[in-house]
């Protein structure tokens, strides 16, 4: 890693798949309260792309949710104030290994390009490509309950500077 790389930066950084999204900001699943507290507290940085959140914005509009406007709006506000948006990137590493879904290879190539340290999903498609994205994407790909378990306390515990801005973020909102 050299000096600019992201991974370098404080927090973390951390890709949330669709459905870890919708446990968090719509259906606030308890198993995910610890990761919310840490978003909270800064400890770790959410971040999306373009595409990921385009999906996101269309899987609230399912009909099979069953969301009426003001949980769409609430779940929009939670996502916003939680998951930062980057500009696009150059590419990622070349060997990033291809996901089975090719709907979710996105969420690969965001947490390549944004030098994140972990992916967080449900997704077999995703999870069973945990260790090559350690091998050539320099990231994790866990459900959040494993992250929980295996991530650094400093990351998953609130921290007491909740409140104060985070220095030394590559990244910039679009």
């Known amino acids: 890693m050299t000096a600019s790389d992201p991974r370098r930066a404080s927090p973390p950084r951390v890709v949330l798949d669709t459905n870890v999204c919708l446990d968090l900001f719509v259906f606030a699943d308890p198993h995910c309260a610890r990761l919310e507290q840490a978003l909270r507290a800064g400890t770790v940085e959410a971040v999306t792309c373009t595409d990921c959140e385009q999906e996101w914005r269309a899987v609230l509009a399912y009909p099979q949710l069953a ?3 003001a ?4 779940a929009m506000a939670a996502f916003e104030a939680r998951v930062r948006r980057l500009r696009p990137t150059a590419a990622g590493p070349a060997r990033l290994p ?3 879904d090719p709907d979710d290879q996105k969420f690969l190539v965001l947490a390549a390009r944004a030098g994140a340290r972990w992916l967080l999903s449900r997704d077999s498609a995703l999870l069973e ?4 994205c350690l091998r050539h ?3 994790g790909v866990l459900t959040p309950q494993a992250w929980i378990a295996s991530a650094p306390d ?3 515990s609130a921290g007491r500077d909740a409140g104060r801005p985070v220095q030394g973020l590559s990244a910039k909102p679009v």
């Open 129 to 132: 490509l945990h260790r090559r």
């Open 98 to 100: 291809r996901c089975a």
């Open 137 to 139: 994407g320099g990231f």
């Open 67 to 69: 969301l009426d406007e």
């Open 71 to 74: 949980a769409r709006v609430r």
């Open 154 to 156: 400093a990351c998953v």
